[in-house]
């Protein structure tokens, strides 16, 4: 075994480790890639389900009149009833 030899081999080697490593990356690379389109994808499908600021403010109002309704109905009745025990 002669000194050419020797590195040729070791060079055969390396290289074939370096392409190892390489691809090691590569299919790394492609399956963050991968993931990282998952994530976009969910994160507009939470961007299109958001509840915005204005959607927020129109529920709230909703919500409000519907409690003084209710509130006043309440009142009313209160007042019926009142009126009854007094009779």
């Known amino acids: 075994m002669d000194f050419e030899f020797g ?3 070791l060079w055969g080697l390396a290289t074939a480790a370096g392409w190892f490593w390489v691809n ?3 299919g790394r690379l492609k ?3 991968k993931d990282r389109e998952e ?3 969910e994160l ?3 961007q299109l389900k958001y509840h915005s600021k204005q959607d ?3 529920d709230q109002k909703t919500v409000m009149a519907f409690l003084t309704r209710v509130e ?3 009142d009313k009745l209160s007042d019926k009833l009142d009126r009854k025990a007094d009779k």
């Open 7 to 9: 590195f040729k081999a």
């Open 24 to 26: 090691g990356i590569s």
């Open 31 to 33: 399956e963050a890639e």
């Open 39 to 41: 994530l976009r994808r």
């Open 44 to 46: 507009h499908q939470v």
């Open 56 to 58: 927020a403010e129109a």
């Open 72 to 74: 006043n109905k309440l």
